[in-house]
């Protein structure tokens, strides 16, 4: 028999909570790791990608020489990893001679390969080659604009896996309102050829137009970078189906209800502290009201005896 732990304190529970599956995803992390061998440049692109993920990314400085994305066996560590940090998307770095500078972008479905695409990364530059007035740099964690520009994210079926990708990679978390004066980065996404595409941040700038829209100004501040798609591998069409799934009819919450796997259906009862010494009692209640009103009743009651045996008295004398 197969023994079930439950964890015995708050912040286990809230832990594995946080974990747990979600009908309305929030923001999805990123794990970024190194393979056995990479070069100058790759590690500068894995930094880069680190820093503009700083908050929703957990990033490995150990080489890994059992993960393998596209070979048999070599996605079981990148799936323990993956379970391990509770990350849903992936970049992996390598260079060999036969793939230069090679990048490996994919997406996890249950802690376990969703798909993937291989990129090789050309004409680099970093962040810090780039100079431009040090007020512009976007904040840590701000919402980005994500523009692709070519007919190949349309046409190209590797194109628009990368498309893809690239989006669940950059957006961070999905909110529903915005306000425009929190926008200060744009991705721009070019596609130049059919396998290659031009990535780039731009930093945004708002000025008065006299109107109510405001007057926008790009301002490059990097990283900057050429993506020639190698490789890719889509999902099959069950496991796109099952995770593509929507739930209709959200169910509605119950406050500090749970469910358990042995005890079932848990509630959890909130009573605050009763303060009795500080609580006020008036002086005429129910229950004195009705004592006085019992003592009146008897005090009639033995002056009236009282009285009866006197007038006996007086007219028996």
């Not at 304190?9 to 995803?25: D, H, Q, T, Y």
């Not at 798909?115 to 007035?133: A, H, P, T, W």
């Not at 604009?145 to 349309?154: H, T, V």
């Not at 919450?253 to 500080?278: A, E, M, S």
Request: glycine letters at 6%; aromatic letters at 6%.
């Amino acid at each position: 028999m197969l023994r079930v732990k439950t964890p015995q304190k708050a912040r286990a529970r809230r832990e594995l909570e946080k974990r747990a599956p979600k009908l309305i995803e929030t923001g999805k992390k990123t794990l970024i790791l190194h393979g056995m061998k990479t070069s100058a440049v790759l590690n500068a692109v894995l930094s880069d990608i680190y820093h503009l993920k700083k908050e929703s990314a957990v990033k490995f400085s150990r080489r890994n020489k059992d993960v393998c994305p596209f070979e048999n066996g070599g996605e079981t560590s990148l799936e323990f990893f993956s379970h391990q940090t509770d990350c849903s998307l992936f970049v992996y770095g390598s260079h060999t001679k036969k793939r230069p500078d090679n990048l490996v972008i994919g997406r996890m479905y249950d802690h376990h390969i969703y798909d993937l695409i291989e990129v090789g990364v050309e004409n680099f530059k970093r962040m810090d080659s780039f100079s431009y007035d040090k007020k512009l740099s976007p904040r840590v964690g701000s919402k980005p604009f994500i523009c692709f520009i070519g007919d190949g994210f349309d046409n190209v079926e590797e194109l628009k896996h990368l498309k893809e990708v690239l989006l669940d990679l950059l957006r961070g978390e999905v909110v529903e309102k915005l306000n425009l004066a929190g926008l200060d980065r744009v991705y721009l996404c070019t596609a130049t050829s059919s396998k290659k595409v031009f990535l780039t941040q731009c930093a945004l700038r708002l000025k008065k137009s006299g109107t109510v829209v405001p007057r926008t100004e790009l301002v490059e501040v990097g990283p900057s970078m050429d993506l020639v798609v190698r490789r890719h591998r889509l999902p099959n069409d069950s496991l796109r189906k099952e995770a593509m799934r929507v739930v209709r009819d959200q169910p509605k919450k119950d406050k500090n209800i749970q469910q358990d796997t042995l005890r079932g259906k848990v509630g959890k009862i909130n009573i605050p502290d009763q303060k009795v010494g500080d609580s006020f009692v008036p002086n005429k209640t129910k229950g004195v009201k009705r004592e006085r009103r019992e003592a009146k009743l008897k005090k009639e009651e033995k002056e009236g005896t009282e009285h009866a045996s006197k007038r006996q008295k007086e007219d028996a004398e």
